[in-house]
């Protein structure tokens, strides 16, 4: 819309405005007509899990495959990250995640977002209270979290199949080498979302459940030599 009335008020100026710049406005309008119209004739969205260790490569991945969807990506990072300082602060908002968290204040003294506390709240009410949110917008979820735990992906998997959205499991998966040399490498950025670092990763193998024969219908594995159009091939099967 802002594209088509700028284009449309630059009628009278072309001796102010080059022709090449009125085409490129009316391209831009086009373009996201397009897009409009893709969006609202599209069918809902997937709900698209990461899952893995840390260092694995699920962020990269997940903004991949927002960008290609057009959807909606939750960072477990961010979120446990949100969880942690409402705790600390005190949060007024009206949500079950709010009440989870007052609960722990009153029994828990926090150290850090990856307080266990935090990762249970995290799991098991605030991402799919946030994802039962979402849904009503039909664009495509991408969960960018470890999921290590089997309950924590049932309950995704349960909200996917409860609301006709197509389901899918990115399992990351590399070696040690490679993910501890990634994490080294992200935690001198100051604007890298995740604070986990190689101690963390060992912790998670601790806790990891491999996916049941069940979830392995849903998975698609992304290893050191996978191609991101091998990922979207198989999504789009």
Same mark, same amino acid.
């Given at each position: 819309?802002?594209?088509?009335?700028?284009? =449309?008020?630059?009628?009278?100026?072309? =001796?102010?405005?080059?022709?090449?710049?009125?085409?490129?406005?009316?391209?831009?309008?086009?373009? +996201?007509?397009?897009?409009?119209?893709?969006?609202?004739?599209?069918?809902?969205?997937?709900?698209?899990?990461?899952?893995?260790?840390?260092?694995?490569?699920?962020? &990269?991945?997940?903004?991949?495959?927002?960008?290609?969807?057009?959807?909606?990506?939750?960072?477990?990072?961010?979120?446990?990250?949100?969880? &942690? +300082?409402?705790?600390?602060?005190?949060?007024?908002?009206?949500?079950?995640?709010?009440?989870?968290?007052?609960? $722990?204040?009153?029994?828990?003294?926090?150290?850090?977002?990856?307080?266990?506390?935090?990762?249970?709240?995290?799991?098991?009410?605030?991402?799919?209270?946030? $994802?039962?949110?979402?849904?009503?917008?039909?664009?495509?979820?991408?969960?960018?979290?470890? +999921?290590?735990?089997?309950? @924590?992906?049932?309950?995704?998997?349960?909200?996917?199949?409860?609301?006709?959205?197509?389901?899918? $499991? $990115?399992?990351?998966?590399?070696?040690?080498?490679?993910?501890?040399?990634?994490?080294?490498?992200?935690?001198?950025?100051?604007?890298?979302?995740? @604070?986990?670092?190689?101690?963390?990763?060992?912790?998670?193998? @601790?806790?990891? @459940?491999?996916?049941?024969?069940?979830?392995?219908?849903?998975?698609?594995?992304?290893?050191?030599?996978?191609?991101?159009?091998?990922?979207?091939?198989?999504?789009?099967?």
């Amino acid at each position: 819309k802002v594209e088509g009335l700028r284009y =449309s008020n630059l009628d009278g100026y072309i =001796s102010t405005y080059s022709k090449e710049y009125k085409s490129s406005i009316f391209s831009n309008y086009k373009k +996201y007509i397009a897009l409009a119209l893709k969006i609202k004739d599209s069918k809902p969205g997937p709900i698209i899990m990461m899952h893995g260790l840390s260092g694995s490569g699920k962020s &990269f991945y997940s903004r991949e495959l927002c960008r290609k969807y057009f959807g909606i990506r939750i960072s477990s990072d961010i979120e446990r990250k949100r969880i &942690f +300082y409402d705790a600390k602060n005190g949060s007024e908002k009206d949500t079950r995640t709010n009440e989870a968290i007052k609960s $722990i204040i009153q029994s828990s003294n926090l150290i850090s977002p990856y307080d266990k506390k935090i990762t249970e709240v995290l799991f098991q009410i605030h991402i799919p209270e946030t $994802i039962n949110f979402l849904l009503r917008s039909d664009l495509a979820i991408i969960i960018d979290a470890t +999921y290590l735990r089997s309950s @924590e992906r049932n309950i995704i998997f349960k909200i996917a199949k409860m609301n006709n959205r197509k389901f899918a $499991i $990115i399992n990351c998966d590399i070696n040690d080498k490679i993910a501890e040399n990634r994490i080294t490498k992200r935690q001198k950025n100051k604007n890298e979302e995740s @604070e986990a670092n190689i101690n963390i990763r060992r912790k998670q193998k @601790e806790w990891l @459940e491999p996916l049941n024969s069940y979830e392995k219908e849903y998975e698609l594995i992304i290893g050191q030599n996978s191609s991101f159009d091998d990922i979207t091939k198989a999504l789009e099967k």
